[in-house]
């Protein structure tokens, strides 16, 4: 059964697949660049295309309290935000992961505040990567799309219950313009069934919810929430598979590679940066440079086993990070390291901070990334801001 | 060069602001306010929250702090609790301070802090492209309220009186003049002060509303203006639709709170940590504080 094509935006994409979803309620406040996504919702709320209560609350906290409560009666909720307001959620995100209300989220990747800025890094989610949600980093529009309707499959099942969250490179992918696939409503139907959970108060089973603990069983609810985000590993390979059966479309698990198999140096990336990254791949294997990329898709879980397995034959590992921790380096090298030490193997390795506040990544840039991973020269910083545009003094 | 000048920054603009913006006009009744009370640009800390109305500090040839989405009047606390001998004022749009910021709006005027707010209420969420604020008014259409908006709208000064405030005005970017002279005088009062000024975004809400330039909508709004004593013979219903303008509240008898604070609990603590045990240290760190040591 052929699909239908649009040409729309990130932002309307992520609206489609919510409207696909049929989540029965959905409480944003609005923030660029994720605003067209709130928009289009409260049109499909109020034409009747979309069967949903739209709350326009006064804040994202109120968002976020707004979509616990949805949860909390064991309906469908999603919300939408960025930057400065996923950090004033956060409060919330803690207590949706702990109370396990599988709530899906779309988070338009922004710069925080100070300097302001409207334009795209992936300071925000990373901050929060400890608040106990899924995270995936979609490529394009039409990912963003596939993955609202896979992420509520993979929050709801009953071994994971996690509210899930779908990250957009702000403007880069929210605001640009691609053709996209759009399900079916039958066949998403098919896949994606009414919500149903034990974790919800009906009149029939009052529930006490939101409870203390003591010192003497917090660590083993948050262990069970440990783990319901390990297994849900496996959940989100299903889940992929199955949506490849019914759509024709599958994103490969935790994480992506491309031209990796007898690749020397390779980049680790997330999200939008990975065409531009798999172009100058292309470009330098014709001139004979063994180089590849590896795109993480899921920052929670974290792609450990996957990784590994791909990048244990490699010699030069960079990551480029569209974040710093203050005073350490970028949270995916962290991460990526960690992996690598774990295993025991040594490669070469560098950390790319790049893409701060919308800078440009240039295909030069990354090219010059590569370079610096094949020459191998240890007595480099391992941590490089790549593309200052002025010199600044030390 | 004319007198109010003197308070703008002009290598600072262009500004972010559509042509006909009434945020402009507000801008210069501020900075004329200044001028006529003759304050000194550094003595004056101008703190806004996030929209297009908390860019205009920007524009200020003062202190400014361009603070987070809704909390300026936090901030703005700070500031004149430590310096409560600078004039510490707060430019805010409807969103940002009776949505987002609510919370601080009621508390600002509980303490009676005294910091002199301009509340820009042009009903809509200006900067992130119209959606529905809690001071839309009802029917109108937004990009969040495409069949209108069904919410009733805060009275602010209502809101503001049944909090406690001890200055609540209200004027449009129609009434250049009276809007300068009530800024003036909310600079002059002690305690917590806020003019909210009834502005024109006829690009993100009178657009949607068959206002799509600023005559139309400016001349919507001088059609809903009425005075005080017009507004209080109406009737409830008539009265919805009306703006109320000049001095609507003022109260000198209630003591600002940073005076409060600085003549009586500040004594009052040093007398107490004298008397105490380790009084000795906290009673010379008391005396350091105080706000003029801080110069
Ligand atoms: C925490 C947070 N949430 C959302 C935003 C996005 N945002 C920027 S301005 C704005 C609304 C501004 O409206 P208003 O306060 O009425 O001011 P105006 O632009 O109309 O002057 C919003 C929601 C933000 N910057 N920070």
């Known amino acids: 059964m052929s699909e239908e094509k649009h040409f729309i935006s990130g932002n309307d994409a992520i609206a489609m697949g919510v409207r696909l979803s049929r989540p029965h309620v959905i409480s944003a406040y609005p923030i660029t660049p994720q605003t067209i996504v709130v928009e289009r919702l409260s049109e499909m709320a109020e034409d009747g295309s979309l069967d949903a209560e739209f709350m326009h609350v006064e804040s994202e906290h109120s968002a976020m309290s707004a979509a616990m409560g949805v949860s909390a009666v064991g309906a469908r909720a999603f919300t939408a935000t960025s930057s400065q307001g996923l950090l004033y959620m956060a409060e919330g995100l803690f207590y949706a992961s702990g109370g396990r209300f599988p709530i899906v989220m779309m988070n338009g990747n922004r710069a925080l505040a100070l300097p302001w800025s409207i334009y795209g890094d992936q300071s925000d989610s990373l901050g929060l990567l400890n608040s106990g949600w899924i995270q995936v980093y979609v490529e394009d529009a039409q990912e963003a799309l596939d993955m609202v309707i896979q992420a509520y499959k993979i929050a709801e099942h009953k071994k994971v219950l996690t509210p899930f969250m779908v990250n957009l490179d702000g403007f880069i992918l929210t605001h640009t313009y691609e053709l996209v696939s759009v399900p079916k409503q039958e066949i998403v139907d098919k896949f994606l069934p009414p919500f149903t959970t034990v974790n919800k108060m009906d009149f029939e089973r009052p529930m006490n919810m939101g409870m203390s603990t003591s010192p003497k069983d917090n660590l083993e609810y948050k262990y069970q929430q440990h783990r319901a985000v390990m297994d849900s590993v496996q959940v989100i390979k299903d889940v992929d598979k199955e949506y490849e059966e019914l759509f024709g479309r599958g994103y490969g698990g935790l994480i992506k590679s491309y031209r990796i198999e007898d690749a020397e140096a390779v980049l680790i990336v997330l999200g939008s940066i990975t065409g531009t990254v798999k172009v100058v791949v292309d470009k330098m294997r014709a001139d004979g440079h063994k180089v590849g990329v590896i795109k993480i898709r899921y920052m929670r879980p974290f792609p450990e086993e996957e990784l590994l397995e791909e990048c244990s034959h490699i010699k030069s590992i960079g990551v480029i990070d569209k974040n710093i921790s203050f005073g350490y380096e970028g949270t995916v090298f962290t991460h990526v390291n960690s992996a690598i030490a774990k295993s025991g193997f040594s490669p070469f390795i560098m950390n790319f901070i790049a893409g701060l506040g919308g800078k440009d990544i240039s295909k030069s840039h990354i090219e010059g990334m590569f370079m610096t991973l094949l020459e191998g020269d240890k007595k480099k910083n391992k941590v490089q801001f790549v593309g200052m545009g002025v010199q600044i003094n030390e | ?295």
């Open chain 2, 1 to 295: 060069m004319r007198d109010y000048e003197k308070y703008i920054r002009y290598r600072t603009f262009p500004s972010p602001w559509c042509p006909g913006c009434g945020i402009g006009v507000t801008l210069k009744a501020i900075a004329t306010a200044f001028a006529e009370l003759d304050l000194d640009p550094d003595d004056i800390v101008a703190v806004s929250g996030i929209g297009c109305s908390g860019r205009m500090p920007t524009f200020f040839n003062t202190n400014t702090l361009h603070t987070t989405h809704g909390r300026a009047l936090t901030f703005a606390t700070g500031i004149k609790l430590a310096r409560p001998d600078k004039n510490v004022i707060v430019i805010s749009g409807d969103g940002d301070s009776s949505a987002i910021g609510g919370n601080h709006l009621i508390h600002a005027a509980r303490r009676n802090i005294g910091i002199k707010m301009i509340l820009i209420n042009n009903g809509i969420y200006g900067m992130t492209g119209g959606q529905v604020s809690p001071l839309t008014p009802q029917k109108f259409v937004t990009e969040t309220t495409p069949f209108g908006n069904i919410e009733p709208k805060f009275n602010i000064a209502d809101l503001l009186m049944g909090a406690g405030a001890t200055f609540v005005a209200r004027e449009t970017v129609n009434r250049m003049k009276p809007l300068k002279d009530v800024i003036k005088k909310s600079f002059l009062h002690k305690g917590f002060s806020v003019v909210e000024v009834i502005s024109n975004c006829h690009v993100n809400l009178g657009r949607r509303n068959k206002m799509k330039d600023p005559i139309s909508m400016t001349k919507w709004i001088a059609g809903r203006t009425v005075t005080k004593t017009q507004y209080d013979k109406m009737t409830p219903e008539e009265q919805d639709h009306k703006y109320p303008v000049g001095l609507i509240h003022e109260n000198t008898s209630r003591l600002e709170y940073s005076e409060l604070y600085y003549k009586h609990i500040v004594p009052a603590a040093q007398e107490a940590a004298k008397k105490g045990p380790g009084g000795a240290a906290f009673a010379a760190q008391k005396n350091t504080i105080t706000y003029r040591g801080s110069k």
